[in-house]
């Protein structure tokens, strides 16, 4: 496969101080970064994921959007440019760019990955990410997250809000989600981000993205709390009511260590 990464971000080197000072937290913004054929395809081929059977669906105060389940409903082109960024050549592009020592691993089931999309009234409140892989003893290091929204507007909201960790009132970064912008960030329990604002665009039009995470195993303590599941703040001012079930207090008591053997138990 040719590589589809646009030639002027080609040396993942010359990135790496940007990557690594940006504020509020080490994270990078490419415009253009996959090649233009490649892009277009993986658009066109974007279904609607309302209609998905295997979709996952969220609904409620925190979050109102829809994800793929799996490799199972990605189009041909999305599956080539997702095999490719999943692939050890870029997993040393990703190592590079972020400057991080733990070898880098992707996600061959898209865990919480792949197609997302946002309809009109679509929220994220802004939160940071559950810290381990779902099924496998993995620490989540990486997210990337390729938006395919040709002629986005910026009146409509949309925009991923990035916060420091201890100013919650206004975002420090605003990426307005346009087509072929990729932004890449660090994953830790403080980077804090979202699209907290329902989004305000017509009936026809939704807010697409490609979403992958890239995992390590073993991080620097300083990088986590505890394990956690993805921890939802209010911001601007918002309180959220608390909003607990039975599976995440189970998760928030029980051990990591036997977390970890009781879902290798179910697994079997």
Request: proline share 7%.
């Amino acid at each position: 496969m040719i590589n589809p990464i646009n030639p002027n971000y080609s040396d993942p080197e010359k990135l790496n101080v940007s990557y690594t000072t940006n504020k509020p937290f080490p994270h990078i913004v490419l415009d253009n970064f996959i090649d233009e054929e490649l892009i277009k395809g993986v658009l066109d081929e974007f279904p609607d994921l309302s209609e998905v059977k295997s979709r996952r669906e969220f609904n409620n105060s925190r979050e109102i959007k829809f994800i793929s389940n799996g490799f199972v409903d990605i189009s041909p082109k999305a599956f080539e440019l997702i095999s490719y960024l999943n692939s050890d050549l870029f997993l040393t592009y990703l190592q590079k760019l972020t400057g991080i020592k733990e070898i880098l691993i992707s996600d061959p089931y898209l865990s919480g990955g792949g197609y997302h999309e946002v309809k009109n009234g679509g929220i994220l409140k802004v939160h940071a990410d559950f810290n381990k892989h779902p099924s496998i003893n993995l620490d989540r290091r990486i997210n990337l997250l390729l938006y395919l929204n040709p002629g986005w507007k910026k009146e409509w909201g949309g925009d991923l809000e990035l916060y420091y960790e201890n100013d919650l009132n206004s975002p420090c970064v605003s990426v307005t989600p346009e087509f072929n912008r990729c932004v890449i960030f660090s994953t830790t329990s403080f980077t804090y981000h979202g699209n907290p604002d329902p989004i305000e665009c017509p009936s026809d039009i939704s807010r697409k993205s490609i979403a992958l995470y890239y995992f390590s195993l073993g991080r620097p303590k300083s990088e986590v709390n505890l394990m956690h599941q993805t921890m939802f703040v209010g911001t601007k001012g918002e309180r959220l009511k608390k909003h607990f079930t039975f599976k995440t207090l189970v998760i928030d008591l029980i051990p990591p260590i036997l977390l970890r053997y009781i879902k290798k138990l179910f697994r079997k």
